[in-house]
């Protein structure tokens, strides 16, 4: 079976904080992906980043930056100095490459909501 | 130019109706995606359509029949609509089915029920 957990329902932290917003996922495929997405209170859903199960390599973009660690099945994301605008819901999602012909959709943690205060 | 566009945005209508929301991309994508996200935000795949063919129908109740007359557009009917559809209902596209390859979605129908 195919799952992602994000523990984590929400989170409060104050503007400048770090934040680490957990997501663990279960699959049997060899091959998937994981990704974040950021919902903001407009309602869109965002892309943020994409990995493979064969890259285990961190990775940084700005403020944000991911830990990924196939031992603990854990795709992990960091915001640095957190700001007010990163205030959302954010998911984890994974895709797998053979699933009874289910590849490609996303299956979807229940997301954190992150709240950034000033 | 919007990449994935849903129409309505908003759908208010009493129980027992017909309804439909339409999706468009202009990316040029061979694969879209309808998702529900519920009131507690947990988002579930619907159906996923690749060059007008269905691939994907994750056990949705025959009242919803995705309709798409061309790759660019997948459109989603419901009939006699219950109080459980009300939800937040996002079409998504991708270049192909393959799982690597992140979806764009749609800026999302909120559909509720009276």
């Known amino acids: 079976a195919q799952k992602v957990t994000q523990a984590q329902t929400e989170i409060s932290v104050v503007e400048k904080e770090d934040v680490t917003l957990d997501c663990v996922y279960e699959t049997r495929d060899t091959t998937y992906y994981l990704f974040w997405y950021k919902q903001p209170p407009s309602g869109e859903l965002v892309f943020l980043i994409r990995r493979n199960s064969f890259d285990e390599q961190n990775e940084i973009s700005g403020r944000y930056s991911w830990n990924f660690q196939k031992s603990t099945s854990s795709f992990n994301f960091t915001i640095t100095a957190s700001q007010v605008v990163d205030s959302a819901v954010y998911f984890c999602?994974?895709?797998?490459?053979?699933?009874?012909?289910?590849?490609?959709?996303?299956?979807f943690g229940k997301g954190t909501k992150l709240s950034v205060k000033p | 130019d919007t990449a994935v566009s849903q129409t309505p945005k908003y759908l208010v209508t009493q129980m027992g109706n017909d309804k439909s929301i339409k999706c468009e991309q202009n990316?040029?994508?061979?694969?879209m995606y309808w998702y529900k996200q519920d009131s507690k935000k947990f988002l579930k795949i619907m159906f996923s359509?690749?060059?007008?063919?269905?691939?994907i129908n994750e056990t949705v109740p025959n009242r919803f029949s995705p309709k798409s007359p061309d790759k660019a557009h997948l459109n989603l009917h419901i009939n006699s609509l219950e109080l459980g559809d009300s939800a937040v209902y996002f079409c998504?596209?991708?270049?192909?089915?393959?799982?690597?390859?992140?979806?764009?979605f749609g800026d999302g129908t909120r559909l509720s029920i009276l």
């Open positions: 998504a596209s991708s270049p192909t089915q393959n799982s690597n390859q992140p979806q764009h």
């Open positions: 999602a994974l895709s797998v490459s053979n699933y009874g012909g289910s590849q490609g959709n996303l299956i």
């Open positions: 359509y690749n060059n007008k063919e269905l691939i």
């Open positions: 990316l040029g994508h061979d694969t």
